[in-house]
């Protein structure tokens, strides 16, 4: 096999089938009642959405303008703060022990509202940076319904996985975060294979604005969710939903409806760093549900103690 087929078959079958699965395996975990969080908890579920669909883009944009970047690495900036969430920032609000199921309602819904925003916004993204008349024109339309077949699609059969077989859907909800991460790091070990005289270059113009977006945008979930008075587990869940981007749909987008790789690029670097930086910010969160727990327990008698 030649490299420009190994390119074809990755970018045109691999990617797309390996982020239906990701994305069935995020139904596996999903329920009715989850959406319906959204009304009984409007106040948590406002914040993060907010903050994940309006607040991020805003950022991203910023950053993507005052940075010194070339047009197709602040392309990819706006391709990932297009894409919030995933069942990697899942993942990680179960291991800081954060709200899992509001981490959850906040993927389920933003993946359900950015099929259809994310065609527009990169349409304009793509004229701003990369100039009127260029040649990366997605059809609005057709680019919804490609969106639709990889999210909503395989969530809704997860969830019917689950409804009519749950103990088939729990048995493989632990392995979809690890599938996840596991692709990811196998598309980055393909991006550097495919591209590597430019690796290095990319890291030193991409990295630095992967950090800041990374950096601020955790900030801002865990600042804004704390001014709004949420529980420590609903802080954390709303930090990792903003603060952790779905790096692998941003580099599907690049590499197979953009065909471009360069804008793959800042997606690829942006996960090193994400991985790092959850990392480290769940040790810290989960210090921080250490520290508010034994507060809590302080301040009751005896009789109504509870186990960190």
């Not at 420009?4 to 079958?13: A, G, P, R, S, W």
């Not at 019917?160 to 596991?182: E, H, M, T």
Request: net charge positive.
């Amino acid at each position: 096999m030649t490299n420009i087929e190994l390119v074809t078959l990755v970018n045109t079958q691999v990617i797309p089938i390996c982020i239906f699965l990701i994305m069935m395996g995020m139904g596996l975990s999903l329920a009715i009642d989850d959406f319906k969080r959204v009304v009984t908890y409007p106040k948590a579920v406002a914040i993060g959405l907010i903050n994940q669909l309006l607040f991020l883009p805003i950022i991203g944009f910023i950053l993507a303008n005052i940075m010194p970047l070339e047009p197709e690495y602040a392309v990819g900036v706006m391709l990932l703060v297009l894409c919030p969430g995933g069942t990697t920032s899942n993942m990680f609000t179960h291991l800081a022990k954060g709200d899992v199921a509001l981490s959850v309602t906040m993927t389920a819904v933003a993946s359900l509202i950015t099929v259809f925003s994310i065609p527009i916004v990169l349409n304009l993204s793509l004229v701003h940076f990369m100039g009127e008349g260029n040649e990366f024109n997605l059809p609005i339309i057709a680019t919804m319904f490609s969106l639709m077949k990889l999210t909503i699609v395989p969530i809704v059969i997860g969830m019917i996985i689950k409804a009519y077989y749950p103990k088939v859907a729990n048995g493989c909800q632990k392995y979809v975060s690890r599938f996840g991460i596991l692709f990811l790091t196998l598309l980055m070990i393909f991006l550097t294979y495919i591209q590597q005289d430019i690796v290095i270059s990319a890291l030193i113009a991409a990295g630095p604005v992967s950090l800041l977006l990374n950096l601020s945008t955790m900030a801002l979930g865990y600042y804004s969710s704390k001014w709004f008075g949420l529980t420590m587990a609903q802080r954390t869940s709303i930090t990792i939903e903003v603060g952790l981007q779905n790096s692998t749909l941003s580099m599907f987008m690049a590499l197979t409806l953009l065909a471009n790789y360069k804008m793959s690029f800042t997606p690829a670097i942006y996960t090193l760093t994400m991985l790092f930086t959850a990392g480290v910010l769940v040790k810290f969160l989960r210090l921080k549900f250490h520290a508010v727990t034994k507060d809590d327990n302080n301040n009751l008698p005896n009789v109504e103690r509870i186990n960190p």
